[in-house]
């Protein structure tokens, strides 16, 4: 064959080469994109949760001060904590089944007013029982800030985004637990402790106007365009109505999501309430030198958070069952907070830090992937009430672990038994929750 035949013979391959090319092209080009408003909805999330985590900790980072000043002991600070404790417990209790009733927009919006307005109540308190008082109100508040953000994931993305979107939320705490100990003492110096509890309450109020601007369910949201819609519900569709929470009660997979938060989130309560002191304690540190190494550890949480969640969702992605993709990213981070038992014994403040910042990472990154499994088990109309209930289910263990540490402090001045208790817990909740649900399958509410 010449070279003139050989190039017509090259010629319709080409062709048919090029227009199959752009053919492809052209149907790139018509795919529509999906869109990304519900990040913008995460993003309010994730404010919502950094604000809160402020709100409760300032009493934290001001406890060596408040203790100077009104002469509590150990005992008068655990009874305080308590008090917080025993209100979140309560609150969560109706929280989440409010939070399907009224809705997340209302709901949430009543949550985060109660809870800013308590937390600037703290500035007049001159009491134990004053203070025991405010962090009631402010538990009541704050018990709806969880279970409405677990359900707006819900209503808001599919099921392989769920786990992402919550860590993401959920690092918004770390940040605001990371801001605290940063913001907090420049405003106590400057203008007294009372103004800690005034300026930072109120950021609440500016979140709530953002919130109630931008937020509408899904299919009532007029910026949604109908591709995103479509692909928020993807998921097979799900029975619509209501879900009472006496016929959650029976189900092993309500007692696997309750047992794991009563079980760990404790030992997150246990960081943010008494961190500060550990470090003002073991290293000498005071209100003017413990926000790097708090805003350290809280740092490395953060990571931590986005972390647990991507890789669930990056398992899963990849062709792992949920089951498989949840558990093995929740046994990462149960074994990453085995070394934190050593924290009280090393003499360095930054190996402690490094310690504890691994630990709460990975506390961080098991939070992400807990909280999914309630929507993983669960349709997202008990969304709401699953999440109260185990949030009301760690709060109790928060009312426990803070009786636990005060006596334990008082008699002993040391806290080599509650970094024992920190650092052994996960494993344990773990293999109770692999015993109870096995293949992680869903919940059969209609039977």
Known sequence: MDG??????????????V????????????????GNLRWTICALLFFAATINYIDRQVIGILKPVLEREFGWSEIDYSN????????????????????????????????????????????????VFGFSAARFALGLGEAGNFPACIKTVAEWFPQRERALATGIFNAGTNVGALATPLIVPWIAYRYGWQWAFILTGAIGFIWLAFWLALYRRPEEHPRLSATELAYIRSDPPE????????????HRQTWAFAIGKFMTDPIWWLYLFWLPDFFHKNHGLDLKSFGPPLAAVYLIADAGSVGGGWLSSALIKRGWTVNAGRKTAMLVCALCVVPVVFASQVGSLWAAV?????????????SANIFTLASDMFPRRAVGTVVG????????GGMLIAKIVGYVLEWTGSYLPVFIIAGSTYMVALLIIHLLVPRLEPARLED
């Open 80 to 127: 305080i904590v308590f008090s917080f404790q025993l209100a979140y417990a309560i609150g969560l209790l109706g929280i989440g089944r409010l939070m399907d009733w009224l809705g997340t927009r209302l709901g949430f919006s009543l949550a985060v007013a109660v809870w800013s307005v308590a937390a600037m109540a703290h500035a007049v308190a001159r009491s």
């Open 239 to 250: 029975p619509q109505g209501r879900v009472r929470m006496a016929r959650l009660f029976p």
């Open 354 to 366: 490094a310690l504890v910042g691994l630990a709460a990472a990975a506390h961080q990154g098991w």
């Open 19 to 34: 227009g199959a090319a752009a053919e492809i092209t052209a149907q790139e080009t018509a795919r529509p994109r999906v």
């Open 389 to 396: 209930i185990g949030g009301m289910a760690g709060a109790v």
């Open 4 to 17: 003139k035949s050989e190039q017509s013979a090259a010629m319709p391959a080409a062709a048919s080469t």
